[in-house]
């Protein structure tokens, strides 16, 4: 198995994906958010570039809701931010969302070129795990934030690398998935989350989101596993949905 960790999009060109897997993560907060709102049970979760882009989908059918950021903000006008915590059953179940955010959003179009688009969150990120074991080029792909590298989104793909290590004998990395691991595997702690709570906290992400006085966003965010789901982004259309297998075949259906 091949996996190449990015710490940023572009550091990478869109037409390397060819033929790969590619695995977003946006841990605060678009990733953890998007994943919440589909468990939820969101039919569809429609990636928008621009705030203009959701509110086209909204003007073509009322009953679409607006969800993401600007600044960490939820938009003007919008029916939810980009808290995981908003995108409850009663407010999402059977509802398509138009989701569009600073960061996440953006490393998703990077990703158009890939065979299949996984997004990934510490809380689900044994589920893309084991949909990874059986691919065999990954690329993971860091969102960041603003152009920077972020401390949370290395800590996930580090993860991800030492889950890999465990199933793979001869698991081919490129030097940021290494970078990644040895990041990973100084603040994992001692399995409690705790060490990983502050962590992420202590990060770029983390101290922006404390500023806005969302501080249960980076503990719910911090949550290794609490979703037994996988999503799965299709190009042709950016509607994100639950993963059953394939997502070019899934699109269709």
């Not at 600044?71 to 995108?87: H, K, M, Q, T």
């Amino acid at each position: 198995m091949q996996l190449s960790v990015h710490l940023l999009p572009k550091l990478v060109a869109p037409e390397t994906l060819a033929g790969s897997t590619a695995v977003v993560i946006d841990v605060l907060r678009a990733t953890t958010t998007i994943t919440q709102a589909l468990h939820a049970g969101a039919s569809t979760v429609v990636a928008c570039l621009e705030v203009d882009d959701a509110r086209r989908i909204r003007q073509d059918d009322p009953q679409v809701l607006l969800g993401g950021e600007r600044g960490g903000e939820r938009i003007e006008g919008f029916d939810c931010g980009n808290s995981p915590l908003e995108y409850t059953p009663e407010k999402v179940a059977n509802r398509v969302v138009a989701f569009t955010t600073t960061n996440g959003t953006r490393a998703m179009q990077h990703c158009r070129q890939a065979d299949a688009i996984l997004l990934a969150a510490f809380v689900n990120l044994s589920a893309v795990c084991d949909v990874l074991a059986n691919q065999p080029v990954v690329h993971v792909l860091c969102a960041g934030t603003d152009g920077e590298v972020t401390r949370e989104d290395l800590l996930l793909a580090g993860a991800i690398v030492a889950k890999m290590e465990m199933r793979h004998a001869e698991l081919q990395l490129n030097d940021q998935a290494r970078i990644a691991a040895d990041a990973w595997n100084a603040v994992r702690g001692d399995g409690s989350g705790e060490c990983l709570q502050q962590a992420v906290a202590n990060s770029q992400g983390g101290r922006n989101l404390l500023r806005l006085g969302l501080s249960d966003d980076i503990a719910y965010a911090a949550q290794m596993d609490r979703l037994p789901v996988v999503t799965c982004v299709h190009p042709e259309t950016w509607q994100i949905r639950v993963f059953t297998g394939a997502c070019q075949a899934d699109a269709t259906r």
